[in-house]
């Protein structure tokens, strides 16, 4: 599910859930991310996706997992590049 949450002139944010796998017996609840994003670099992406067929991505951030022990932060960070 995706949302559109309220726009501003300079940019905005969408809702994403996600749906998670995991590889043990402990069920992951739906998890729902927000990704903000500018106007001016949505714009340059798009332009760079029509212009060269291709786009640089990158997702950085930290999970947060409750445990047993108490919770546990784990960074991540992925770079790609996207071609339909």
Do not use: C, H, W
């Amino acid at each position: 599910m995706r949302r559109v949450r309220p726009l501003g002139p300079t940019g905005g944010s969408l809702a994403v859930s996600l749906e998670v796998e995991n590889p043990n017996r402990y069920a992951v609840e739906p998890v729902e991310i927000t990704v903000p994003f500018e106007a001016a670099s949505v714009t340059a992406a798009l332009a760079r996706l029509l212009r060269q067929g291709e786009l640089e991505y990158r997702f950085s951030g930290e999970l947060l997992a409750g445990t047993p022990l108490g919770e546990k932060r784990i960074p991540f960070d992925q770079r790609g590049l996207f071609r339909p």
